[in-house]
């Protein structure tokens, strides 16, 4: 992800409701991967998002998170 404005991009598969869990820091490179995965009859699309990123949110919520020690806080 892009730290300095938060754009990243997502593939969505199959214009279906969720994203993929993996973001990319460019829409070249999401594209690039999209393209090796993508099987016959399958379609995507590249979406830009920024920090307010629903998927990348959810995400988050389910990492633990540790501070220097490596001790999860709750």
């Not at 969505?12 to 070249?28: M, S, V």
């Amino acid at each position: 992800m892009n730290h300095d404005d938060g754009i990243h991009y997502h593939i969505r598969w199959n214009e279906k409701a969720k994203l993929d869990w993996a973001c990319f820091a460019t829409r070249t490179e999401a594209e690039k991967n999209a393209r090796q995965l993508v099987l016959p009859g399958e379609t995507y699309t590249i979406e830009e998002h920024g920090e307010s990123c629903p998927q990348c949110r959810s995400l988050l919520r389910k990492i633990p998170v540790r501070d220097s020690s490596g001790e999860a806080s709750a």
